[in-house]
């Protein structure tokens, strides 16, 4: 769906958006270190279909959150490229909306005025209507109570609620996410699991999720890719048809775990990760 | 309201010791006049307008030249957090010129500028700026990497992550840096007037000054008192407010 030109409203705003498909070619990445340069990426390829969930698993430190940075425009492969909708990616952007492991949330601005802060960089918007639309996520993500609240009075899951309102607001094709669970007591993040499948039916967006938690990339993942570190590659790719929404309890999904378990494992014995 | 009658109860103790050490005449009247002369000197410069004159000109020249100060302070201290050649050079300036006393500029001013209003301004300035500088500097460092992330996810790009993000993310630390710096900018101004005697104006510094040479120590008190009154409520109507909200908003604070 093309945005036309002019104003907008909030109704129009909240339609899904088409969601992108991402073409990852050859991106090899790697940085400098006191101990001489480490290979993050090794010409790692990867296509993601429209509205796909793909998980990216691995060890600390095995360049799958380069990855993600490199897709989200805020750092720059050596070579290869990105490519959303055959565009290449050359800086961030609104279509592409990262959430961070730490909820990076600004503390000069109230619950509603995070979510607004990408909103206000929409300029076919009112006023009105930017403030409906973010009210509309205050309540998909269920805090409609706290719009007015300081950040520093809310609790981890809750920030990371506004985080992921924050980042869906601006309506992106593509939502990359960074553990974004990693840091939460594991109540709060099987709510999540809920939460973020339906958000994920009803919005229709591509995602790409990374994460140490095997059990959580089975949960959430259509694919589930397996990195190796050192240099960093996709070792293994899983394929999850369990149907949705699904329950991290589940027998069938512990069973998809221990498979993607077993390919992360197969490496380290080949190759011991040295510390 | 406890604490409103403590305080109240607190500077009435005060008042009381001091008109028992003028009773007791450990010093002359003349050195230590008792709190009723002060008053009624109070008193008589406020009717006849000298002292709020005097007010209305030291006010004047302290805003004028803090707000200089913190209009130049403010952009040079976001160029040094910027610009790594500006932190070597022009930082280290700041750092060093923030230790010198800015009384120490009283006589470079009067030799550059006369006894005018600029040597005033001038000293004002040199004392806001440095502090503002070095805060606006450190607060920039400060703000964490993420919060840069974000915005430019979002679609925020160069001046609208400088104003909307960085700016406001180092709010904490360049209040605290003009804080300091009205601090500074004050003390010095006070200094300079006392030295100075500038013909376009006389200022509460100026008043306190003739106070001493006609040996009035009711007026040299009751100057001082004025003095400590405008800084208390420079704090309470502009700084303490400013502060509460950034406590609350951040939750560095419990009250």
């Given amino acids: 769906m093309v945005r036309h030109s002019g104003r907008s409203t909030a109704t129009e705003e909240l339609q899904p958006i088409a969601p992108s498909k991402l073409s990852i070619e050859e991106v090899s990445k790697s940085f400098k270190t006191a101990s001489g340069p480490v290979l993050a990426l090794d010409r790692v390829s990867l296509s993601v279909a429209e509205s796909e969930f793909v998980c990216l698993v691995g060890a600390s430190g095995c360049g799958k959150s380069t990855l993600l940075n490199i897709i989200a425009g805020l750092e720059k492969p050596d070579s290869g490229a990105v490519l959303a909708d055959g565009k290449p990616v050359t800086e961030p952007g609104r279509e592409r909306l990262v959430m961070f492991q730490e909820p990076a949330l600004f503390p000069w601005l109230d619950v509603v005025g995070n979510v607004l802060f990408g909103l206000n960089l929409k300029h076919n918007l009112t006023r009105k209507d930017r403030r409906d639309v973010a009210r509309y996520y205050l309540e998909l993500v269920g805090l409609s109570r706290f719009e007015r609240a300081n950040i520093h009075e809310l609790s981890g899951g809750m920030k990371q609620r506004v985080s992921l309102a924050r980042a869906l607001a601006p309506n992106p094709r593509v939502l990359l996410m960074d553990e974004p669970f990693a840091a939460l007591d594991a109540l709060t993040r099987e709510q999540f699991y809920g939460d973020i499948q339906e958000i994920w039916k009803s919005r229709r967006k591509t995602i790409v999720f990374v994460t140490h938690n095997v059990r959580e990339a089975a949960c959430l993942g259509d694919r589930v890719l397996v990195f190796s570190p050192h240099p960093g590659r996709i070792q293994a790719e899983f394929r999850i048809d369990l149907p949705r929404p699904r329950d991290i309890n589940s027998v069938d999904l512990a069973a998809h775990a221990t498979r993607i378990k077993e390919g992360l494992m197969m490496h380290r014995k080949t190759e011991p990760v040295p510390k | 309201m406890r604490r409103f009658l403590l305080a109240v109860s607190f500077f009435l103790g005060l008042l009381l010791l001091w008109q028992w050490l003028f009773q007791m005449r450990f010093w002359s009247p003349v050195l230590l006049p008792s709190p009723l002369q002060v008053w009624l000197y109070l008193k008589g410069a406020a009717a006849d307008g000298t002292l709020f004159h005097a007010a209305v000109i030291t006010m004047r020249r302290l805003i004028t030249g803090y707000l200089l100060g913190v209009i130049i302070g403010l952009p040079l201290g976001l160029a040094t957090a910027r610009f790594q050649v500006l932190r070597d050079t022009m930082g280290t300036l700041a750092l060093g010129l923030q230790t010198l006393p800015s ?91 006392i030295f100075v005697t500038v013909l376009t104006g006389f200022g509460l510094g100026q008043l306190l000054h003739f106070g001493r040479e006609l040996n009035a120590m009711e007026q040299v008190i009751a100057i001082m008192l004025v003095i400590v009154v405008i800084g208390l409520l420079a704090d309470k109507i502009f700084f303490s407010p400013v502060e509460r909200f950034l406590h609350r908003r951040w939750g560095t604070s419990q009250a």
């Fill in chain 2, 103 to 193: 009384v120490c500029w009283v006589p470079l001013a009067l030799l550059w500028f006369g006894q005018t209003e600029a040597a005033m301004l001038f000293v004002v300035v040199m004392g806001t700026v440095w502090s503002v500088v070095i805060a606006t500097d450190t607060g920039v460092r400060n703000v964490p990497p993420i919060f840069r992330r974000a915005a430019l996810t979002m679609g925020s790009k160069r001046l609208h992550i400088w104003f909307k993000v960085i700016l406001p993310a180092a709010l904490p630390f360049v209040v605290s840096g003009m804080k300091q710096g009205w601090a500074f900018a004050w003390r010095s101004l006070m200094a300079a007037e």
